[in-house]
């Protein structure tokens, strides 16, 4: 799989780098005073540190009973790894805002999901399907 990039914004260098490796499980790639390159299991995702009163877009779309934010980012992992990285999550003391759960629940595009923010308010969402091949079925 090709890599992808993406940036996004964040209010906290210090506290999105110790996120992004403490909890995530990011590498660190090159960093300048205002962003950082991470390395999400082989994607380069850069924090670009924003001011204060910048506006940050919070919208969200329904998606099976819950409040999706539209502007998000994450990772589809194999089962046991999202299981597991649940458990992290919980050990470390991050509280999810969405799930974990499964969502759609006997049908097509079953998956387990959870959502969590980073310290800038950056919504993640880690999922994973028991059959990897319904990651585009429709």
Known sequence: MTPFHLAFPVRDLEATERFYVDVLGCGIGRRAA???DFDLRGH???AHLVDADDAVFDAANEVDGDAVPARHFGLVLAWDEWE???ARLDALGV???IGPRVRFRGEVGEQGTVFVRDPSG???ELKAFKDPAMLFAR
């Open 44 to 46: 380069q995702i850069s």
């Open 95 to 97: 509280r999810p805002f």
């Open 34 to 36: 205002r962003w950082i």
């Open 84 to 86: 597991a990285m649940c």
């Open 122 to 124: 950056n919504a993640i």
